[in-house]
């Protein structure tokens, strides 16, 4: 090759890596941001029937920023989530992002449920790399549709430096939120997600990235658990508590063979004393008990007003019921020790 051609190729060959687009993974589930209705000013739709090549096409932008792949998990409201996709997900997270061409991945999720799917990849994921959880509360055929600007937030989180390392994150409404603290407020309002411990990590203005925090809880790559070989989950049920409150339901999640149950007491995990009995009892027949709160804000600490020590229970520390329930469940993937699984709820 002469001198000259062998500088063009050189140049070329910087050029496409220095300014190569990074590759992100759309891993798209369902939820209202795939929802479609019949009319712009009805709230009525039907949750994931939009595509996720539908999903990509609606946002141009997204593919002047990255490369975009997109790949179809499921097409379920989140309210249907279950284990089997929870599995399939987080082992298909983990596959690309062991792949060296693969710089991120991006959910799309319905928002009812997103809090503990994205907490599930949070404490399963195998990777520093930027996982990012995107979902909206209007459907694409809505007037104001919040996908699109949602989405195209998302994956400029995802191919930010600075996303790496923080574990799994959400992304809504300009927001950008850990998932051990994010939680759904509102039913039906566009900002309808917030961190009531620890408050937003960050922002996200029209694709404009600025972080204030990093989360300090154990994740992703410093987390014990691991989903690859597993098939199933153990069963784990909430019982959410109220005065006259009735032991049926304690005994039928025994019947039922729950390895766990998480009581969403009442205050600082509170118990009415006839649950309070039944579930000590669950206790000595091997199921392991979390006390957590109805409380949306704050943590239930160990031996509040409840003799936790007797009667052998845990305290969910500042984890809400739902995702007191997901660290259980792959807590039981190791241990049923209550005071193994106690450190837990402090680490994660
Ligand atoms: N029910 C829907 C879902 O979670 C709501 C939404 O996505 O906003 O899939």
Redesign the pocket.
Known sequence: MKPFKQILVFLFVCSSVLFAKPTIYILAT????A?AGDSEIKSSYS??AVTVDKLIAAVPAINEIAAIKGEQISS?????MNNQVWLKLSKRVNELLAQKDVDGIVVT??????EESAYFLHLTVKSKKPVVFV???RSGTSMSADGPMNLYNAVNVAINKESAGKGVLVVMNDEIHSAREVTKTLTTSVQTFASPNSGKIGTVFYGNVEYFMQPLKAHTVNSEFDVSKLQSLPRVDILFAHPEDSTVFVEASVNASAKGIIHAGMGNGNLFPSTQDALAKAVKEGVVVVRSSRVTNGATTLEGEVDDKAFGFIAANSLNAQKARVLLMLGLTKTNNPKELQKMFLKY
Not at 30 to 33: L, P, Q, V
Not at 109 to 114: L, N, R
């Open positions: 369902g939820g209202t941001i929802g949750a994931g379920i409201g989140s309210q249907e999720h319905g928002t009812d449920t997103m979902g909206a509360m």
